[in-house]
């Protein structure tokens, strides 16, 4: 992907995510939250190589300070979805068949982006590294 791609895939997700932070400190996505006190809870995944350059390099905590933002490990499609349903994250990264099957299946789920021509990507790292730093 190239840099201003990644660029604006970047800006595109803090936009997307401003109002849910808002929604959250407002009550309207966690009953538990107060306009004190926003949180923001996603999920990251090494097959959405977008999510673990977001994460690591703190762009979300940079751009919405005073938001609580906690990552989850997601292992695939189906966990994301399993994690919205437990309410353990407020916004998941799904294949489009595993979100369209689970809202089919009555799973109360929303969109907020979708990329229509994604890039797969492998990562790589030096043998005998096992986890990333």
Do not use: F
């Not at 996505?29 to 949180?39: E, K, Y």
């Not at 994250?89 to 595993?98: E, Q, R, Y």
């Not at 109360?108 to 994604?118: A, D, F, L, Q, S």
């Amino acid at each position: 992907m190239s840099r201003r791609r990644s660029l604006v895939a970047v800006v595109s997700l803090v936009t997307l995510l401003a109002p849910l932070a808002t929604a959250c400190a407002a009550g309207e996505g966690d009953s538990t939250a107060t306009s004190s006190a926003r949180r923001l809870r996603l999920d990251y995944a090494y097959y959405n190589p977008l999510s673990l350059v977001v994460r690591r390099q703190r762009w979300l905590e940079t751009e919405l300070r005073g938001t609580m933002i906690t990552w989850v490990l997601s292992a695939g499609s189906n966990k994301a979805n399993e994690n919205l349903r437990a309410e353990t994250i407020d916004v998941g990264s799904t294949a489009g068949a595993a979100a369209l099957q689970a809202r089919a299946n009555g799973t109360p789920i929303k969109t907020i982006g979708v990329y229509t021509r994604p890039e797969w990507t492998a990562l790589v790292v030096p043998k005998g590294l096992t986890s990333p730093r």
